[in-house]
């Protein structure tokens, strides 16, 4: 298995980034969250694991950080980076909390730093939020690799980029992020011949088109509600897939969110199910973070991969690496495997429910308005299946709950 590290997990939400290194072998010894939901979902999930609430307060996290820990995650948030966003980077208020990271590692240094964030976070206003994070971590003596990683990769239909920055003092960090160089594949195909994901709250600006994948999960949509994505099957339905699902396409077991349905928030409110959708969507995915620690216990060789000097002033490259004197770009594909997928509409385990009338109407609208291009067909698919709707009656929608907790078996590194 390798060597196990301690961690110490910043903005855990419902601790995608810790269950995958669990599953490498790694142990989590706090939580930090504070958001309710996320929170229960924490203490059912990884009940031995204290979890405190507040980032901001350096001082109670140091006070509970283990003298054991060695590697501090922090998938904080993309509210102020991500397009679908407010894009005000550091002068928002969610994502400029990486600050306090940097912050607890100045008085508190941890071997080894693990980020994550949406790629748009090294391309917003010139690329200003990544050269203050790496310029502080260069400053603090760590050497540094970043990569841009897809979801895809590991297996599962959905297109989910993320930018993954691990630093450490004692290891050179290219020979954890830097393996795998996999070509990927851009098939087009009809949309009879395999499922199609889309978000039905877009249509003005864009669609998040995937073939045969869903785009990525989000927290929350433009029109401020839970934001499945939309699938067009092959035969013509628009469906939204069930939450079980969407949380499987994040690589958790389903009901991972479904906690107790008597247990509290730990804002001392009823658990709110619905938000489910918000917390799967900000997740860190499993599957990645799995990958990524096997190579942190495992990997000491440093792959050879192309690059040239990286300028500071320049874009920032997809990929990237420094030593804290100079820095590299790197020339390395989004897939560092290539696992086959199921198709997505076989992946699909639980029945889908299909998109209401009063959704595809308003989608249906906003896409007749816009000068996008859209796939041949899309278009009159979705008029057909709103007239399919138009002629159902009338019926009753309710939000999915399930009576009860679904049993699942506890992180296994709680134990």
């Known amino acids: 298995m390798g060597r196990a590290l301690n961690v110490t997990a910043l903005f855990a939400g419902i601790g995608g980034f810790e269950l995958g290194l669990h599953r490498a072998g790694h142990k989590t010894s706090l939580f930090c969250e504070n958001d309710p939901e996320a929170a229960a979902v924490l203490a059912v999930r990884f009940p031995k694991v204290k979890i405190v609430p507040d980032v901001r307060d350096i001082d109670e996290l140091l006070e509970s950080i283990s003298p054991r820990s060695n590697l501090l995650t922090a998938g904080f948030p993309c509210t102020d980076f991500s397009q679908a966003g407010r894009t005000q980077g550091f002068a928002g208020t969610q994502s400029v909390l990486v600050r306090d990271t940097l912050r607890l590692l100045e008085r508190r240094?941890?071997?080894?730093?693990?980020?994550?964030?949406?790629?748009?976070?090294?391309?917003?206003?010139?690329?200003?939020y990544l050269e203050e994070v790496i310029g502080e971590l260069e400053r603090l003596g760590y050497h540094w690799a970043y990569r841009t990683v897809d979801a895809q990769a590991f297996g599962l239909p959905q297109r989910r980029l993320r930018l993954f920055l691990y630093a450490s003092k004692v290891d050179d960090p290219r020979a954890v992020l830097f393996h795998g160089n996999v070509p990927e594949t851009d098939i087009r195909r009809p949309l009879t011949e395999c499922a199609h994901g889309f978000?039905?709250?877009?249509?003005?600006?864009?669609?998040?088109?995937?073939?045969d994948c869903v785009p990525t999960l989000k927290g929350g949509s433009t029109i401020s509600i839970p934001s499945p994505p939309a699938i067009?099957?092959?035969?013509?339905?628009?469906?939204?897939?069930?939450?079980?699902?969407?949380e499987r396409l994040q690589g958790f077991a389903a009901g991972w969110t479904d906690v107790e349905e008597s247990r509290k928030a730990s804002d001392g409110l009823p658990f709110r199910h619905r938000r489910r959708w918000t917390q799967i969507g900000n997740a860190v995915n499993v599957e990645v973070s799995t990958w990524i620690g096997r190579r942190i216990a495992q990997s000491r060789e440093t792959p050879s991969v192309p690059e040239a000097p990286l300028i500071r002033g320049e874009?920032?490259?997809e990929a990237a690496w420094g030593d804290g004197r100079r820095r590299w770009r790197v020339n390395i594909s989004h897939w560092p495997v290539v696992r086959?997928?199921?198709?997505?509409?076989?992946?699909?385990?639980?029945?889908?429910?299909?998109?209401?009338?009063?959704?595809?109407?308003?989608?249906?609208?906003r896409i007749s308005a816009s000068s996008l291009r859209f796939p041949d067909g899309f278009k009159e698919a979705v008029a057909k299946h709103l007239a399919r709707m138009e002629a159902q009656p009338l019926r009753k929608v309710s939000f999915p709950r399930k009576r009860g907790p679904i049993p699942l078996q506890a992180a296994e590194a709680a134990e």
């Open 199 to 211: 978000y039905w709250t877009e249509g003005t600006r864009g669609l998040g088109w995937g073939e």
């Open 232 to 246: 067009l099957m092959p035969d013509g339905r628009i469906v939204t897939p069930d939450i079980r699902d969407a």
């Open 109 to 128: 240094r941890f071997d080894h730093v693990l980020l994550e964030n949406v790629p748009n976070w090294r391309k917003l206003h010139g690329g200003q």
């Open 315 to 317: 874009p920032w490259s």
């Open 340 to 365: 086959k997928p199921k198709p997505l509409s076989g992946f699909l385990k639980y029945p889908p429910a299909l998109l209401s009338e009063r959704a595809t109407a308003g989608f249906y609208k």
